[in-house]
């Protein structure tokens, strides 16, 4: 089975559905034949190079309401091991962590992709990194095993450029409109942080049906926790 995971660095609820489904695929019983694949997503794909306070952007763009919504966002994070510190984060561009998944999923395969994902994640929200900087980028790459001369020359020039464009457009599409959104087989979509007990239902469902009728239509999707457009 392959899902794909269509989702933003700069996005908590993606952190949220990035640990409650890979607790719901410890628990699924086909899980080694479950192949984890992450796609690009901008929320704000006109975010500047240079990174600005969270805090002071996120207040301009949803006023007082701000403080509650990272207030929510920490106390749900807790629960999944998170420890989301939005006084330190920066709002930064993620075109360039979005190139850096490409490069290890298509170098070093999806497992590293993996840990690259969750690297990055933890270094914009628990960090205070700039996940837009090349230089901290690099070390949050060779951390995550890959080459630090690779990493060096292909953030430095435009190579997978033009992949994750084609990837950004492919997202909108399928019609993916907010993060996360869980890609089953590329037939059945799930969206939002869903509960662990959810996502191992989609995971047994899919399955059974993938087994029953390799070519069954598209299911509903299904919204909740996720940062909508």
Known sequence: ???E??????????FVGKRRFEQALDRFAGKDGVEVVYRPY???PDAPETATPHRAWLADRYGPQSVAMDAR???LGKGEGIDFDFDTAL???TFLGHRLLHLAESEYGAAVQGVLKEALLTAHFSRGVDVGDQGQLTEIAVAAGLDRDRVTGYLAGDEGADAVRAQLAEGREIGITAVPTFVFEGKWAVQGGQEADTFLR???QVAAETAAEPDAPHGDSCADGACAV
């Open 1 to 3: 089975m392959k899902v």
């Open 5 to 14: 995971i269509w989702s933003d660095v700069a996005c908590p609820w993606c």
């Open 42 to 44: 901008q929320l704000v």
């Open 73 to 75: 966002v920490t106390e």
């Open 91 to 93: 709002h930064a561009n």
């Open 202 to 204: 989609v995971l047994e």
